[in-house]
């Protein structure tokens, strides 16, 4: 029963407006780790290609979020099944799956 390999991406998004947290809280690198372990636990594939992180950019301007709008194009165009990604420090690692076909 070889099913077919699950393709993830990981978009993680940091503001640098955060106040209280760590310089190592407020960057994507932790969201990152997570997301690709949880993935991982899921047995699913993540290329560095489809790593899309803002770093630093406020979630209040959405034009400034460049690698949202990327993440979400590759979406519609279908080059990964999942998004993974982690809404909030110390909150579990979500997913967003495209529709099936079927």
């Known amino acids: 029963m070889g099913g077919a390999m699950t393709i993830a991406a990981v978009y993680a998004r940091k503001s ?3 106040i209280g947290f760590g310089d190592d809280q ?3 690198t932790r969201p990152v ?3 690709k ?3 991982a636990s899921k047995g699913w594939t993540v290329s560095a290609a489809h790593v899309y992180t803002d770093d630093g950019d406020s979630g209040a301007e959405t034009t400034r ?3 949202r709008a990327r993440v979400t194009a590759a979406a519609a165009r279908g080059e990964f099944d999942v998004v ?3 809404r909030r ?3 579990v690692v979500g997913t967003a799956t495209r529709p099936s076909a079927n």
């Open 84 to 86: 993974v990604m982690q």
């Open 37 to 39: 372990a949880f993935a």
């Open 89 to 91: 420090i110390g909150s």
């Open 65 to 67: 979020l460049r690698e």
């Open 26 to 28: 407020r960057s994507v």
């Open 16 to 18: 640098t407006e955060q």
């Open 33 to 35: 780790e997570n997301a």
